[in-house]
């Protein structure tokens, strides 16, 4: 009995102790009230030490009872030494405030180089004082993201989804439904070329996200952003030069689980001509066999060596903190492919709404991606009125990949029962490299008391796309006895091919801003514009190359594709074909704003004025009416941005803007295009698109990390630019794929954006609802009285191209500061959208909804050390097209499923990666 009462005393004991010695708390910045992550909590003379959680809290467990005092630190903060007794009972209600050494508070769009202009509370800081509408991420948050590119990140941003490359990785941004072409690109805030030879749209994939210190996107206009956005702006904010001496390294390398399973497949790229026959020669030179190198053909199948990936960054501030210097650059070297089964449908017929599948392709895709990035920026503060600033960006992504694909007749010939059918194969290397340029000299003043503000930007900016020697090999085969085996080299069925573009912008930005005391409320008037010569040069040329000997049989008279003999036709003139051209676009802009707050309230509203001069000429016509023409137009682009602040960590917002869609260089020239799959026409009589742009946001940002956001958009666009397949009007069986503009289309949904951290754990979510419509013309066959098929055009109300209902993000996170953890598990889920508008009724081709789940983990050890892993598409989610309808006569070739035909589905497997990181 003695023992047991013994043994509760103690039992009590130890529970009152454990209860009675808790100390809990937050800390927080003095200025701004934002939680501190990471900041050290050390009780003297106890051996007991921790660190905040991603909320600013913090638990000491077990404390004696007595007075000690408590330390608290956090880097650039001024130490706190807190007098504290303990007592029995929680002291679960302690605030700590901290103040920064030297510190300043941070402006609206400044930051100040002591800032960590990486932190996440940076970026929610930002958002919450941003005048036009923008979400961000930061480059914390992309460093222990899963994702390597800029466009694999911005995956993540609520309205966003993005539009994959043949490897399964994001390339194309698609914000609030609205298609790549109706958003921009800037750099440091100012607008970078495409290196795209027919469209405006920059490729995201080329960028390496560690060279960022935060991405932005933006979604709505002021005006002094420049008036071609109506999904919104994407602006990549390099990294900029630390106060003190900072090192950032990192290594890594890891496999693709598809070369597990498979070999990859290559070509010596060594070999390859940059320049056409054409180029080196001459129009007038007749091009033989012994142009056209064989290493191109000389394809090798083996397992890929590992992927490398790795990234420097070194910065600092010197002279008393007024020069400040960083360079960074970024390498990646990656393997990637994909497995693809795609159906090939004949033309609707009367009898036949959804088209008949006629032949299956299986595809095998390899490619070998080298990514480089290279960053640097010099900036010099005179005093607190003048400031001055150079940086330049390059980034190159060379792509170096083998397509091969056997494809299946099912019109001819076929007898699945006995093994039978005809059979083609196609195998073709291609190497594309593109290259973004851009160097800004900027500058800041202030002048008349720091009343008026001068900036200025001088920009040289270049993008290039090269494909050179783009070489395609068909042959014939069979399937006999269910044996399949490749027989002789189709006639003209092989290719050689070079393509080539550059993009020239020289550009001048001005802005001046003048703050007046107009009844006791200050007024900043601000003025300027830009003025920007884009010089664009394209060049395209095609051979055919034919057997020599169309009798030879693989296996018997070659083996190697680099055996077969060709003769070669030459293209007329040399080069004859729309895609070579000159093409020039001169912008001019003004605009006037102004800017207020009233109480609460802050205003600021304006107008732009754009002037666009956009031109072309076809280097070699052919029977092309205008083979010089141009575009000019004026457009008026109003916009008011309203913030009132409901409290200190509320906002509501309410805007409208108006901006516009110009055509792409290539959308407006004049002639035709045969691609692999469909011809594809210029339309010259392609007017830029214009919209009416509403948004209506709630925010709160309970503290320095926290957000929750709920909005409401409306757009209303004018001749929107879509692209349909079309019958030619003197020969009707001949259908091509053109731009157009359609009437009025709508586009309106709601946004909904969370994020909450509680001690080490956190969530990130985000939601958005779109729904658009526009009405295009489609063509219905049907029976007639007389009983004959009849080809009748109707108006068909569809959503717009790449706009799905439903995008929403899913990242659950760990992070503890103390033992130097950071680990996310990322879902994004992108729903049904349509992927290829059809020229008939009822027939587009729409992409199925799919889950990407990716993860990240890193560890952290001291010295600055830490060790990550990433995984990517850890569920392989494939890409799957689909028409919504069966044909019941396709059931015995295609998967159908819920009164669906599969048409296309894509499979990527997984992605691991292992590295080091050091920083210091």
Do not use: C
């Amino acid at each position: 009995m003695k023992r047991f009462l013994r043994t509760l005393f103690f039992l009590l004991l130890g529970i009152t102790a454990a209860h009675a010695t808790t100390i809990k708390g937050r800390v927080y910045d003095s200025k701004t009230g934002e939680t501190l992550i990471g900041a050290t909590i050390q009780l003297e003379k106890t051996g007991l030490v921790t660190s905040t959680g991603l909320d600013g809290s913090f638990e000491l467990k077990h404390a004696p009872t007595g007075n000690f005092v408590l330390r608290v630190s956090y880097l650039r903060y001024k130490t706190v030494l807190m007098q504290l007794e303990i007592q029995k009972e929680d002291n679960d209600k302690l605030k700590i405030y901290l103040e920064e050494q030297n510190g300043k508070d941070l402006s609206e769009v400044v930051i100040q180089a002591k800032h960590d202009g990486s932190a996440e509370k940076t970026a929610r800081r930002l958002e919450q004082q941003s005048v036009p509408l923008v979400n961000m991420v930061s480059g914390r948050a992309m460093e222990v993201s899963p994702d390597l590119t800029v466009a694999n990140v911005i995956q993540r941003v609520s309205g966003v989804s993005i539009e994959r490359n043949s490897n399964g990785d994001g390339q194309y941004a698609i914000l609030r439904g609205m298609d790549k072409r109706y958003n921009y690109t800037l750099v440091n805030g100012v607008k970078i070329p495409s290196p795209d030879n027919k469209y405006r749209y920059v490729p995201l994939d080329i960028f390496p996200s560690e060279l960022l210190e935060r991405l932005e996107v933006y979604k709505t206009l002021t005006p002094n952003m420049e008036g071609d956005a109506v999904g919104g702006v994407v602006n990549m904010v390099m990294k900029d030069a630390p106060q003190r001496l900072q090192i950032n390294a990192n290594i890594a390398t890891g496999y693709n689980q598809m070369f597990f399973d498979r070999n990859f497949m290559s070509f010596d790229a060594s070999s390859i001509n940059h320049k056409s026959p054409y180029d080196l020669y001459g129009k007038n030179y007749q091009a033989t066999q012994n142009d056209f190198p064989k290493g191109v053909r000389d394809y090798k199948s083996a397992s890929p060596a590992p992927n490398l990936i790795g990234g420097l960054s070194i910065g600092q501030r010197f002279l008393d903190n007024k020069l400040g210097v960083i360079v960074a650059g970024s390498y990646q070297n990656t393997y990637r492919g994909s497995n693809s089964t795609f159906y090939n449908s004949a033309v609707v017929d009367a009898s036949n709404k959804y088209g008949k599948i006629i032949g299956l392709s299986e595809r095998q895709y390899s490619e070998q991606q080298k990514r480089y990035g290279l960053h640097g920026k010099i900036d010099y503060i005179f005093n607190p009125q003048n400031k001055i600033s150079l940086y330049n960006t390059y980034v190159n992504l060379v792509n170096q990949q083998v397509r091969d694909v056997k494809s299946t007749d099912f019109s001819t010939d076929y007898d699945p029962s006995i093994g039978k059918a005809e059979l083609s194969y196609t195998t073709r290397s291609r190497l594309t490299e593109q290259q973004i340029y851009n160097s800004t000299l900027h500058g800041d003043h202030k002048l008349i008391g720091d009343r008026l503000k001068i900036q200025w930007s001088a920009v040289y900016s270049s993008a290039k796309n090269d494909v050179p020697d783009n070489t395609s090999i068909s042959l014939s085969g069979k399937k006999i006895d269910f044996t399949d085996q490749r027989t002789v080299v189709k006639t003209n069925g092989s290719s050689s091919r070079w393509e080539r573009n550059t993009d020239e912008d020289k550009a001048g930005y001005l802005d001046l801003t003048y703050t007046a005391d107009i009844a006791g409320t200050n007024v900043d008037f601000s003025a300027g514009g830009l003025y920007r010569d884009k010089q664009r040069a394209s060049y395209y040329n095609n051979y055919t190359l034919t057997p020599a000997n169309s009798a030879a049989l693989y296996g018997k008279d070659f083996i190697n594709y680099t055996d077969i003999a060709f003769s070669i036709q030459n293209p007329a003139g040399g080069v004859s074909n729309p895609l070579t051209n000159n093409a020039s676009e001169k912008l001019t802009a003004g605009y006037g704003m102004f800017k207020f707050t009233s109480h609460d309230l802050q205003v600021v509203g304006g107008i732009r004025v754009e002037h666009t001069n956009q031109g072309f000429e076809l280097l070699f016509p052919a029977e092309e009416k205008f083979p010089k023409g141009e575009q000019v137009y004026t457009d008026y682009l109003p916009s008011l941005n309203l913030k009132y602040g409901l409290s200190k960590h509320e906002n509501l917002r309410a805007s409208y803007f108006r901006s516009l869609n110009r055509p792409g260089f290539y959308e407006i020239l004049p002639g035709k295009v045969v691609n692999e799959e469909y011809q594809e026409r210029g339309n010259p009589d392609l007017k830029r698109a214009l919209a009416d742009n509403f948004d209506l946001r709630y925010e709160l940002f309970p503290n320095g990390t926290d957000q929750f956001l709920v909005g409401a958009f409306y757009k209303r666009i004018k001749d929107p630019i879509e692209y349909i397949f079309k019958p030619d009007e003197t020969r009707g069986q001949d259908i091509y794929y053109s731009p157009g503009n359609f009437g009025v289309a709508k586009n309106y949904g709601i946004e909904l954006d969370y994020i909450k951290f509680i001690s080490k754990l956190g969530i990130k979510a985000n939601y958005t609802y779109t729904h658009s419509s526009i009405t295009t013309p489609k063509s219905s066959r049907v029976i007639n009285a007389s009983g004959s098929p009849e080809n009748l055009i109707v108006e068909q109300t569809r959503p717009l191209y790449g706009q799905s209902a439903h995008v929403a993000n899913l990242s659950l996170l760990y992070k503890s500061t103390k033992k130097k953890w950071d680990a996310q598990v990322a879902a994004s889920y992108t729903g049904p959208r349509i992927n290829t508008v059809s020229q008939f009724v009822d027939a587009d081709l729409w992409q199925e909804g799919f889950i990407q789940m990716d993860a990240s983990v890193e560890k952290g050890f001291k010295n600055g050390l830490s060790v990550f892993i990433k995984a990517g598409n850890l569920l392989n989610t494939p890409s799957r097209l689909f028409i919504k309808g069966t044909n019941p006569g396709d059931a015995a070739f295609a998967k159908q499923v819920d009164g669906r035909t599969i048409i296309r589905d894509d499979e990527y497997k997984q992605t691991y990666l292992l590295g080091l990181r050091y920083k210091l």
